[in-house]
């Protein structure tokens, strides 16, 4: 049972008072179906923009939508969207339509050609409500039209007459990777028929808006579904990123993987944190792979340098489809350093944070951890753990603020200056040095009052030191001195012994 919130109500009783026919549609439906609570509610109707303005009058109203035919009224803080029917909506270019069956035909797939209005109930030609619960996997069925073709019988032509769906993707190209996505973001499979008019109209990527693609392909990664969808659909997302296509069946030839290349990019995306920059620094990672691929004289496959050319073909796939530029950035540090080496000990670890930083070492250990997980078919490999350990020591170094660069000292080295326990600031920053060596082992000891008390000890150690040293060079310079002062008269005589 479908039931409407009261301001969707209340629009469709304005439009229907004013003498016009209103239905809810699209994806909202869609959900409402599924026994789901949408947020945002898309209406139609046989009014034209001015008239829908007039019905509105005494709402607000924005004209945010208006290049896409669509006015947005807000009822009870509530914004809804009101647009006249349309038959075709490309870029700012909107060709309305006289009824609400054209209306519905342009949404691609049958799910979203629903309407809903409370006098007539759920209208749904193109049986959208059976794709999603007719079977036990919410099916992704584009809409087609029946078309009549010449094939050959016996030599002869005969008309038959097919079910098209290529409408569906030659008008809005993205619709290719908006069905993927769904599979990403929800439990939806690609009905059959679906699948191979999606195959057989790739060339449609051509003519697409690269904005749009990009903005598809990270609603892709960024799913729930994400790997399911990404190793399923790899034949036809090879179309827009063609780098794919060597991994897709490249063996590693490996006792460190279980999976081929394309199989394991997948795997770790789907393992990875759910953020834009690793997400698709895991796609990109190892898609160098089968250009460095070398075999030993055991068989065993090495790729040395494959994180250099990940980076290459990164920045290439990055450029085509008009990433951000601080995102590419970011996604090309992370490709090329996501197989650097972790040290397990703490006192390396901060000596990485104090290189790296705490949110660019916190980021590649996140993908670190998810390239080595994705690897074996195993639960947790122990790389995993190590890994995982490393950024819980992170973690807790930078929430406890434990020290791992020199400037979180307790003292600074102008203090150690004023006391008198450096000379000059030559000693000072080797002082400096030395205290935050100590720290490094032993983070409790960054306290001010200890550091000092140390850096007194050693001060006097250290005068110790020179003072000793100073008494065996005047001791030195002493017996030097009395011998000098003996003279030759000093020195022993030889002499031969007489011969008897």
Not at 167 to 189: G, N, T, V
Not at 329 to 349: G, N, Q, T
Request: glycine letters at 6%.
């Amino acid at each position: 049972m479908i039931i409407l919130p009261q301001q969707v109500t209340e629009a469709i009783n304005i439009l229907e008072n004013s003498g016009y026919d209103a239905y809810v549609v699209g994806e909202c439906v869609r959900e409402m179906v599924l026994g789901n609570s949408p947020q945002d509610f898309d209406i139609v109707t046989n009014a034209g923009i001015n008239d829908i303005l007039f019905a509105f009058r005494d709402y607000r109203i924005s004209d945010d939508g208006m290049a896409r035919g669509e006015i947005m009224v807000t009822i009870l803080g509530m914004v809804i969207a009101v647009s006249p029917y349309r038959r075709e909506v490309v870029g700012s270019r909107v060709i309305y339509a006289p009824d609400l069956e054209t209306d519905l035909a342009r949404r691609g797939f049958t799910m979203n050609a629903m309407a809903y209005s409370t006098k007539e109930g759920l209208i749904d030609p193109y049986d959208g409500k059976g794709a999603l619960l007719g079977d036990e996997v919410k099916k992704i069925v584009a809409i087609g039209e029946n078309v009549t073709v010449n094939v050959k019988v016996g030599g002869l032509p005969v008309a038959q007459t097919i079910y098209d769906m290529t409408k569906s993707f030659s008008i809005c190209p993205s619709r290719l990777l908006e069905a993927i996505r769904y599979c990403s973001e929800d439990e939806y499979e690609i009905e059959e028929q679906t699948k191979n008019c999606m195959r057989a109209n790739v060339a449609c990527f051509d003519y697409a808006d690269a904005d749009v693609l990009r903005e598809e392909l990270q609603r892709i990664v960024m799913g729930k579904y994400a790997a399911r969808a990404l190793e399923q659909n790899g034949d036809i997302l090879k179309y827009i990123i063609p780098e794919i296509e060597p991994c897709i069946g490249c063996n590693q030839c490996s006792p460190h993987h279980d999976f081929d290349v394309w199989t394991h990019i997948c795997k770790a995306v789907g393992f990875s944190l759910p953020e834009p920059s690793i997400r698709f620094a895991m796609l990109f990672h190892d898609l160098g792979k089968p250009d460095c691929m070398s075999l030993d004289k055991n068989g065993r496959g090495h790729f040395k340098g494959h994180g250099e050319r990940s980076r290459l073909l990164a920045e290439c796939i990055m450029r085509r489809l008009n990433f951000p530029k601080n995102l590419s950035e970011e996604i090309s540090w992370l490709v090329y350093h996501h197989d650097v080496k972790i040290p397990e000990e703490r006192k390396e670890l901060k000596a990485l944070i104090r290189e790296l930083g705490p949110q660019d070492l916190k980021d590649l250990l996140q993908c670190e951890i998810a390239d080595s997980r994705a690897r074996k078919a195993d639960s947790e490999p122990p790389q995993t753990v190590a890994l995982r350990k490393s950024l819980s020591d992170l973690n807790e170094i930078i929430t406890t603020n434990e020290c791992y660069d020199i400037s979180q000292l307790a003292v600074s080295r102008r203090e150690l200056l004023e006391r008198g326990l450096a000379r000059n600031e030559q000693e000072a920053e080797q002082l400096m040095n030395a205290l935050f060596d100590i720290v490094l082992d032993k983070p409790s000891f960054n306290n001010r009052l200890m550091l000092i008390d140390i850096a007194e000890k050693s001060k006097s150690k250290l005068e110790q030191i020179e003072a000793a040293k100073r008494r065996a060079e005047e001791e030195k310079a002493e017996l030097e001195k009395a011998r000098r002062a003996k003279g030759r008269r000093g020195e022993p005589i030889f002499s031969k012994k007489k011969k008897q």
